[in-house]
């Protein structure tokens, strides 16, 4: 019999493991999603590695036959040192080498082993304390209460407040401190306790070392991965955004991806701004979702008819950070502070589906469809509802990602308009930063490129009447066949599938 075994620290300790063990997933998930976008790709990879791994860890478990107490400890410091550092390691190991879903798959292995092999210990360890029925079903109860925790805290407290590497760090000294509690409370049971706690303090040293040079190991990753100096990077409950300058070109990145060059991002908003405008002359309200840097709006405040405008974006720090930041405001001319426009933060989804206010013009500005999240925001059931908020006169355009790196997904968006009911116009721009650009036109009635009008007054940097007329010629080789192309859902959100195809055959 275990004298002086604590079932209460010992299922705190399975509580905890649990909390960390989810959390560990979530982040791994995370990270590969971050770094190559493709979110469902990477967390199904992550949770079938994950899930299979604890069952490897559970069938190790029963070649340890003594000594249970001492596995338990070990196991845990070592989940502290592998989780602890697996968000630091995996942005490193992306940043020197190509070797990143190698380490991915050994790290995701490492800590589901482990964590496998600690609640089988935990059972047989609990065996004198009651029976086995009750042995088991405490130690499950504890097991997905923590995975609760975890799935909750992760996304509304820890990701937010910590960031990635920071959350890691802190849920590895969670892991030690379970080891440091058991080391007071049950020393007794421990044979190697000397070897034990000093393995658990240098591990500690270690974590609490690499927490406190968290943001700056963190600004050195970023560098990293980006050519120019970065100069400002937030974790958001949403996106990671970060800016980077050299010289007078400052860039936004979110989750990684190159969102705009000041250089050149002029290019790119003039063609989304005033091709739809071109087309409806006398626009006076006007959505824009997404957009929260502000440049669009800058272009469309050029229209002194434009009464008001609504911007939709999810996120406040991102709004924040354009409409706050000196460097950002002189780029967007102060256009979110401007009294025509009205800022809602919320999901572009939803608020179409309850708004029920009528546009003359729409732009869709949002991300890349690289992952189930956005995936629904180029799919026929939103267009629907975008044709329903647009007057009968209006025009609707969509950003439709590189026509040339990502063809079928270009051309899934043309078709999914057109399923909902739109006469659809492509067309591309050529963004030096970017490269090739493409766009969706989209209006409730036919129209001709050739009757497009710009205002003479605009005072454009890059379109004039004869530049826009050549945006609608789309060269071969950025057509496609559409015979074999599929109208994108809510339910078979094909277009992932397209953007990971055309975006990873590059990289």
Known sequence: MNQGLSAPLVYLSILVIAVCGIIYELIIGAVSAYLWGDSVLYFSITIGLYMSAMGLGAFVSKFVRARLFDVFVASEILVGLLGGVSALFLFWIYSVSDWYELALIAVTVGIGMLVGLEIPLLIRILEDQSSLRQNVAHVLTYDYVGGLIGALAFPLILLPQLGLIRTALVLGLSNLAVAGLNFIRHRSLLRYFGLLICSCVIVCVWL??????????????????????????????????????????????????????????????????HVPMSAVPHAKRVLVLGGGDGLALRELLKYPKIQHITLVDIDPEMTRLFSEEDRLRKLNQ??????????????????????????????????????????????????????????????????????FFAREAFWCINKTLDAAGFQVLPYQVEVPSFGNWGFQLALRRPLRPQNLQLESELFLRYLNQATLESLFILPEDLRISLTEIKINSLSEPVILGYYSHGWNGIR
Request: hydrophobic share 35%.
């Open 208 to 273: 609490c070392y690499a927490l406190w040079q968290a943001p700056e190991l963190q600004v050195a990753l970023e560098q990293r991965l980006y050519r120019d100096q970065v100069i400002l990077t937030r974790q958001t409950p949403y996106q990671s955004l970060t800016l980077t300058q050299w010289h007078e070109d400052i860039r936004l990145y979110i989750n990684g991806g190159l969102q705009f060059s000041s250089l050149d991002e002029y290019r790119y908003h003039e063609s989304l701004v």
């Open 334 to 403: 102060d256009s979110l502070r401007n009294s025509r426009v009205s800022i809602k933060h919320q999901d572009a989804y939803k608020f179409v589906e309850t708004n029920s206010e009528i546009y003359d013009v729409i732009l869709v500005d949002l991300p890349d469809p690289s992952h189930t999240a956005l995936s629904k925001l180029y799919s026929q059931g939103f267009y629907e509802l975008l044709k329903r908020r647009l007057s009968l006169a209006g025009a609707l355009v969509t950003q439709s990602t590189s026509p």
